[in-house]
């Protein structure tokens, strides 16, 4: 959930991709689209936003996964 | 197209489209709205989200002073969703588009998602499907209120699917539109899949995830008869299933041909074919089926009624309903069987660890004699009216069937204070069901009047397989050899000691063992009343000579696979057009 509640600050379109499984592209403000990415640990995440921050927002997710990935909604 | 594959409980083919009955009850319907009723559907879906965030909210303050922040973030995603603004778009896009009511809305679009998460190879993930099921749930209930729909309120006939039933859900059934039913939980010989039976009606059970697979409104095919559930059949699966139907009908009509004719070997050996009967006006409809009697009558379904236990006269004009219904013929009415997935479980603060070796059956009635003796006292003021005998669920020793059977004599001297019209004589037995029973079958004949072998319990007992948990029940089998054994040497006892000898269970309703169940000496079988036409096809059949050979030679298998095979081989010689 931190990672949908961080995603939704910025106005840029977020996407993620979990490239590991092939699967589909989601949106990155969905809690419920976010849990179907089956993003567990050791995947690799593709993250692509669109908009005015779009620079930002990727670079500040990314490093959100980097220091301590959990699965969306993971306790 | 999607096919299922399940258990059967009773054979037949239904069509139709689909009511879910969810835990809660909902039924949720397909409904569509006119065009001017989609913006109040779209209210309706707003109303709900909000609700249940401000619901989940307060609940999390809750927790989180209660039970601490852990407990709290357990529904962080709960609220996620439900503001998630995917979400909310795919359940507005299938209200506009397709002018659908929002209950019906959300349930299709969070029945899509349950489908995604149980393709999950994480078991943590697949998890969540209970979190969008209470999702759903919360929902609904919001959008419904009050307004929730009942199954007896269905106006056209319909296929029920739902994830469990409920035995007081199912007893229901009877009085509604349902044709047919599909569930994903449940073994063939649970109480509820019993009360299916009785019922009737098409029905497949253990079909694992159905209630998630199909949405109301969409058409199903429940093909009980090879175990099969079709869901959005294509037009040619249609056609034919509508042709097959008919053939059911036909073929159906034919056994009706033999009701009535009696049971009798090609050797001239007469078989006394009984029903089991769950309540009172089935009495009547078994003889109808070609029953000489009632063998097992479970007085224990008047008892699971919201109201509770039945009074002495309620309990009296019930059996003297059941007594009347079977015009002198024997019947047979066996106290009580209350415990485990019956009746007690609900009453409990602390529900059982392990109930199916806890508190039931006897050692319930024996603990609540108050309960015991009112029962008893209607079964003897009733029993003057006919030939009726009683017998005792789950006997496990002496002393249990001896404390039982003084109960009986306190109620018969209560009644003659009274001055009320009792029988004295009334045969008293008991049901052999458990393994110890079997073992001291020798010193029970000492002291009843006749046993009645139940061998659902008794197989559960003796193979320590609980007959209701889907992920064990395929090693609950009557081919057992322990169990082909286990019969043999109880009919063999009985017959020393100059005991009747019935057998009850399911068992003995099943064409497989029909052979078998005549080539160890039983003479009198008591199945459901659907089960009769089929079996009496089967032993005008064959002769004792020849049932005696198969019991034999199945005696000498090692596996429970050898014997099915075999046995099934035997009966296809006999009934070779019929799906064994």
């Not at chain 1, 089956?38 to 670079?59: F, K, M």
């Not at chain 2, 969703?81 to 002018?99: A, G, H, Y």
Request: glycine share 6%; charged share 25%.
């Amino acid at each position: 959930m931190r990672f949908v509640d961080a995603a939704s600050k910025f106005k840029s379109e977020v996407w993620v991709c979990n490239v590991s499984r092939r699967g589909e592209r989601v949106d990155g403000k969905s809690a419920m689209q976010m849990m179907l990415l089956e993003a567990t640990s050791g995947c690799v995440l593709r993250i692509e936003a669109r908009g005015p921050d779009a620079g930002e927002a990727v670079a500040a997710l990314g490093a959100m996964i980097d220091v301590d990935f959990r699965p969306p909604g993971a306790q | 197209m999607e096919v299922l594959r399940g258990i059967s409980v009773s054979p037949g083919i239904a069509i139709g489209e689909v009511v879910i009955l969810d835990a809660e009850d909902y039924r949720i319907p397909y409904r569509t709205v006119p065009p001017e009723g989609v913006a109040d559907e779209l209210a309706r879906l707003d109303h709900s989200l909000k609700q249940s965030v401000e619901e989940l909210v307060q609940q999390s303050e809750w927790l989180n002073q209660n039970m601490g922040q852990d407990a709290a973030n357990v529904f962080n995603w709960h609220v996620g969703v439900l503001k998630d603004d995917r979400l909310r778009q795919n359940i507005e896009t299938m209200i506009r588009d397709q002018s659908s009511a929002a209950a019906y809305a959300t349930s299709v679009v969070m029945r899509n998602y349950q489908r995604r998460f149980m393709q999950m190879t994480d078991p943590l993930l697949v998890e969540r499907i209970r979190d969008v099921q209470d999702i759903e749930r919360r929902l609904l209930r919001h959008i419904l209120g009050e307004s929730r729909e009942d199954l007896a309120h269905l106006t056209q006939p319909a296929i029920l699917v739902a994830h469990d039933l409920t035995p007081t859900q199912t007893a229901q059934l009877a009085d509604t539109k349902v044709m047919g039913v599909a569930l994903d939980v449940g073994a063939a010989t649970s109480h509820t899949a019993i009360l299916l039976r009785s019922w009737g009606r098409p029905g497949v059970i253990g079909l694992n995830d159905v209630s998630t697979r199909v949405s109301g409104g969409d058409t199903v095919i429940i093909d009980a008869t090879n175990q099969l559930v079709i869901v959005n059949p294509n037009e040619a699966t249609l056609a034919d299933y509508r042709t097959r139907e008919r053939a059911f009908v036909r073929l159906a009509d034919e056994l009706d041909e033999l009701k009535s004719l009696p049971a009798v070997t090609r050797d001239d050996e007469r078989i006394c074919l009984f029903s089991n009967i769950e309540f009172p006006g089935e009495a009547a409809s078994g003889i109808a089926k070609g029953a000489d009697g009632v063998g097992l009558y479970r007085t224990e379904f008047l008892f699971l009624r919201p109201e509770g236990a039945p009074s002495e006269e309620e309990q009296y004009e019930a059996y003297r309903q059941a007594i009347a219904g079977v015009q002198g013929r024997p019947i047979t009415i066996r106290t009580f069987d209350l415990g485990a997935d019956k009746y007690t479980q609900q009453r409990r603060y602390e529900q059982e660890r392990n109930p199916m070796l806890g508190l039931r059956s006897i050692r319930y009635s024996l603990q609540h004699l108050d309960m015991f003796k009112v029962q008893l006292r209607a079964i003897l003021r009733a029993s003057v009216h006919g030939d009726v005998r009683v017998m005792f669920p789950l006997i496990n020793s002496l002393m249990e069937f001896r404390q039982a059977k003084m109960t009986v004599h306190d109620a018969i001297e209560d009644l003659e204070e009274a001055g009320r019209p009792v029988r004295h004589d009334v045969p008293i037995g008991m049901m052999l069901e458990t393994p110890a029973a079997a073992i001291q079958v020798k010193e029970f004949c000492r002291e009843v009047a006749f046993i009645s072998i139940g061998t659902n319990d008794l197989i559960q007992y003796l193979l320590a397989v609980d007959r209701g948990n889907e992920r064990v029940s395929q090693f609950y089998s009557a081919s057992h050899p322990a169990v082909l054994r286990a019969v043999r040497d109880v009919v063999r006892a009985c017959t020393r000691g100059g005991v009747g000898c019935t057998l009850c269970g399911e068992m003995a309703g099943q064409p497989l063992y029909t052979l078998f169940l005549l080539g160890v000496g039983l003479r009198h079988l008591s199945m459901a009343p659907a089960n009769i036409p089929e079996v009496k096809k089967l032993i005008r059949l064959v002769s004792i000579h020849q049932a005696e050979r198969v019991a034999k030679r199945a005696l000498g298998f090692d596996t429970e696979l050898q014997v099915t095979n075999y046995l099934r081989a035997e009966t296809r010689k006999v009934l070779p057009e019929d799906p064994i």
